[in-house]
C-alpha cells in the first residue's frame, strides 16, 4: 500500500544543484515564491510526490479536469553558480507523521541528485498592516546565519516554524546538508504577493540569479487597489452608524503583508 510515492518523469544531469522550496502556507507566502520561480525560470518538471498524507480530495482545474494532490520538483539549468531544484506543490501533509514522512524523503531523493544545501521560505506572521515587508531567516548551523545577514536579512533570536517549510529545511541538517529558511513579513489574512517579492529579490541575490519580478509587483498592486477599497468601505459605513464624516483618506494604504 502506498503511503508516499515519488515518480521520476526524468533524471536531469544537475551542476552543483540547490533546492529553493516553499509550500502552500499562511500568505501564499512561499507557495507564490516558488510559482514565480518555476514560470519565470522555465522550470522542466521531472518528478511528483504523492501521499495518502495530503487531503481527501481533488484539485479541478482550469479545464476543468482533476488533479490529486501532490509535490512536485522541477529543475532550472545554469542559474548562477549552479541549477536549481524547486519544490513546488497544492499541499501539505495533514498530520505530523505525513510531514516528517514526505520532507524525509524528498529529502533523501534531492540528495541523491547532488544537493547540499536547502533553501525554503515561509511566512513571518505580524497580523498587522506593515508598510515594507521585512525578511527573517534563520539557519542550520552559525556560518549560513552570518552569511544571510549580509543580504539584509533579520536573524530570528526565537518563535518556530511549522509545517513542511520548516522541516524540510530542519531535518537537512540530519542529512548533512545545510539549511536555510528566509521568510517574508506578512498579516497572513491575504495571499500575499508582496512579501514573496521581498523574499524571492533576496534569495535571487544570495544564489547569484535574475529573476523579472513584474508579475509579483503586478499582483501585490491589484491587492493594494483592493484593500484600499475595502478601507474607504469601512470608513463609510462608520460615518453612517456614528453620523460623522471622517475626513477622506489621503496618505497611500499600507498593505497588508
Do not use: W
Amino acid at each position: 500500500m502506498m503511503k508516499t510515492e515519488i515518480r521520476i518523469l526524468k533524471r536531469p544531469t544537475l551542476k552543483e544543484p540547490r533546492l529553493v522550496g516553499g509550500l502552500p502556507g499562511s500568505g501564499y507566502v512561499a507557495k507564490l515564491v516558488v510559482d514565480h520561480l518555476v514560470k519565470e525560470t522555465n522550470a522542466e518538471l521531472f518528478a511528483e510526490i504523492y501521499s495518502y498524507s495530503f487531503p481527501p480530495q481533488v484539485m479541478v482545474k482550469e479545464d476543468g479536469t482533476i488533479e490529486l494532490m501532490k509535490n512536485e520538483l522541477y529543475f532550472a539549468k545554469n542559474r548562477g553558480n549552479g541549477d536549481l531544484i524547486i519544490l513546488n506543490g497544492n499541499a501539505q501533509a495533514v498530520s505530523p507523521e505525513g510531514q516528517y514522512e514526505l520532507s524525509d524523503k524528498a529529502l533523501d531523493f534531492v540528495k541523491e541528485l547532488g544537493v547540499k544545501t536547502v533553501y525554503m521560505t515561509a511566512a513571518y506572521i505580524t497580523g498587522e498592516h506593515v508598510k515594507k515587508p521585512k525578511i527573517y531567516g534563520t539557519a542550520t548551523d552559525l556560518a549560513s546565519l552570518r552569511e544571510i545577514e549580509k543580504f539584509g536579512v533579520t536573524i530570528m533570536k526565537e518563535g518556530s516554524i511549522t509545517g513542511s517549510n520548516g522541516l524540510l529545511f530542519g531535518l537537512a541538517k540530519q542529512k548533512d546538508m545545510t539549511g536555510i529558511c528566509l521568510l517574508g513579513e506578512t498579516s497572513g489574512y491575504i495571499v500575499d504577493a508582496r512579501a514573496a517579492q521581498v523574499v524571492l529579490e533576496v534569495l535571487a541575490k544570495m544564489l547569484d540569479f535574475k529573476v523579472d519580478m513584474t508579475n509579483l509587483e503586478n499582483k501585490a498592486k491589484e491587492t493594494e487597489k483592493l484593500l484600499k477599497k475595502v478601507e474607504e468601505m469601512e470608513r463609510r459605513a462608520m460615518e453612517q452608524q456614528s453620523g460623522f464624516k471622517a475626513p477622506p483618506i489621503k496618505k497611500p494604504l499600507e498593505y497588508i503583508s
